[in-house]
């Protein structure tokens, strides 16, 4: 499982069995390989870019990585909403109830 939600943990917990090791070694594969993709094309971008465009300083790095444009997606979407928000009235109610 992949999840932090407490839960989802405790279910996880109650039913414990035994280690599937094809997708212990899946999950390892998938992380090697993001880890080696992601390096793989920094390198590449930061030297194609660093010799089209003026500007870059010794040591600055453009970061690639699959996990990135996911994470990317979330913070644009957030700060798109933030923009466009539109104040409303709310209300709150209040009552006593005597039985």
């Known amino acids: 499982f992949s999840t932090v939600l407490s839960q989802e943990i405790r279910r996880a917990l109650r039913s414990l069995g035994r280690v599937n090791?094809?997708?212990?070694?899946?999950?390892?594969?998938?992380?090697e390989h993001d880890l080696r993709v992601g390096a793989a094309f920094t390198r590449f971008q930061t030297l194609r870019l660093q010799k089209k465009f003026d500007g870059f300083e010794t040591g600055?790095?453009?970061?690639?990585g699959p996990c990135q444009f996911?994470?990317?997606?979330?913070?644009v979407e957030r700060w798109a909403r933030i923009e466009t928000f539109i104040p409303e009235d709310f209300w709150?109610?209040?009552m006593t109830i005597r039985l």
Do not use: C, I, K, N
């Open 92 to 94: 709150f109610l209040e």
């Open 21 to 31: 090791e094809s997708w212990v070694q899946a999950v390892h594969a998938r992380s």
């Open 60 to 64: 600055q790095v453009v970061s690639y």
């Open 70 to 75: 996911p994470t990317l997606g979330f913070v």
